[in-house]
């Protein structure tokens, strides 16, 4: 094995002869030497290997109208899911390297099977009705606008009782989990293969109705290792927050974050869930975030410029920023963008920076969706 010594810090090395012999005998053995691979490791800012990327609802919309003709949903296959695959990540279904999306399709009267899993889950529901999802014996009824979450091993299925489809942006911290060999996966054990269906529905979100469900912008200093007990947000409450932001404010982006009414922290330990309005004609300031994001159009057209590139998109549409990726927004018409980032995980390791951009970014590039 050759090992290039210019790739390591200025300095002499020994006889060429003997440091390749040196690094034969390392490589034997199953070891590296640091100095010719710290550039790799210690980077000035990240190198995240996931790229900016947009997947179109008119692409994937039609596909997921033949999953649900061709695709049961039954044990096994679990749930018919297209996973949003990004092109830099070498293959593996993952939409930037620490977080899973992915759009998911029920068909008519159907009923996908309950299981759990140390993944925590996010679902912001994007069309249809009469749709909900168990979560550990709590009916949650689904509503385009609505997120609901399924945290870390909750039991959790999805019933359809009316004769449409219904369509779901699913956010997971899979690739976390999986980085951190900490997958675990169990099948509902019965007696039928989902959980029985309660009398009520609901039910956290009339327990935990009164208290704070938002704060404006984001989530600055609250961190909790559990999980919301309110498992349902409704778009109708998001929505009036968002309104009442805007009466108030002139600037171009309105944001507000989903939160733990009980503690204010984020409404997962991994995940952090918002919903930013860009205004009709405005272009937000460019900004680069550590961490990775996952943005899904709810409503509006318009376009976003990350790191020089330019990404058209309306309704459906969903696209990611990853990690120090500058991303600045400008709306066509107003525009509500969910969003879905790993930053409690940044905010916890003391390693969470963002930076605001002095001046608009240039575009090189304008994304062509397949």
């Known amino acids: 094995m050759s090992i290039d010594t210019h790739a390591a810090p200025a300095q002499e090395f ?84 620490t977080l899973w999306g992915a759009l998911q399709c029920l068909g008519p009267r159907e009923v996908a099977p309950a299981h759990r899993h140390t993944p925590g889950a996010i679902r ?41 489809e219904m369509f779901w942006f699913d956010g997971l911290d899979l690739p976390m989990v999986a980085a951190l060999d900490g997958v675990f996966f169990e099948e509902y054990p019965g007696p039928g293969e989902s959980q029985p269906e309660p009398a009520e529905h609901n039910v956290s979100e009339r327990r935990y109705a009164g208290g704070t469900r938002y704060v404006s912008g984001a989530v600055a200093e609250q961190l909790s290792p559990r999980h919301s007990r309110l498992l349902n947000y409704r778009w109708v409450d998001t929505s009036a927050e968002l309104d009442r932001l805007a009466a108030a404010s002139d600037d171009p982006l309105l944001a507000v ?47 976003s410029v990350i790191d020089g590139q330019r990404f058209d998109w309306g309704p459906g549409d969903m696209f990611v920023v990853p990690s120090w990726a500058a991303v600045e927004h400008a709306a066509d018409e107003q525009a509500d963008l969910f969003v879905v980032s790993d930053e409690p995980v940044l905010r916890a390791l003391g390693i969470a920076r963002a930076e605001v951009l002095a001046e608009p970014q240039a575009v090189t590039r304008t994304f062509t969706a397949r």
């Not at 649900?68 to 830099?88: A, D, K, M, T, Y």
């Not at 749709?131 to 609901?148: E, K, N, S």
């Not at 939160?259 to 991994?270: M, Q």
């Not at 004609?281 to 460019?286: C, F, S, V």
Request: hydrophobic content about 40%; charged content about 20%; aromatic content about 6%.
């Open 14 to 97: 020994g006889d060429q002869a003997d440091l390749q012999e040196l690094y034969r005998d390392l490589a034997a053995v199953d070891l590296r030497p640091l100095w010719t691979i710290t550039e790799q490791l210690l980077t000035p800012t990240p190198r995240p290997a996931a790229v900016p990327w947009l997947w179109s609802a008119a692409t994937m919309k039609p596909l997921a109208r033949r999953a649900i003709e061709l695709v049961p949903v039954e044990r096994g296959g679990e749930r018919r899911v297209l996973s949003l695959q990004n092109p830099g990540l070498g293959g593996r279904p993952y939409a930037v390297g």
């Open 124 to 164: 912001f529901v994007l069309e249809g009705e009469g749709v909900w999802t168990t979560v550990d014996g709590d009916a949650c009824d689904m509503r385009p606008g609505d997120l609901v979450l399924t945290p870390s091993m909750n039991w959790h299925d999805h019933t359809s009782s009316v004769d449409g």
């Open 257 to 303: 974050q989903y939160v733990d009414p009980e503690t204010g922290a984020s409404v997962l330990p991994t995940m952090a869930c918002a919903v930013h309005r860009v205004r009709a004609g405005r272009r937000t300031a460019a900004v680069r975030r550590a961490g990775n994001a996952i943005y899904v159009v709810f409503t509006g057209t318009g376009s």
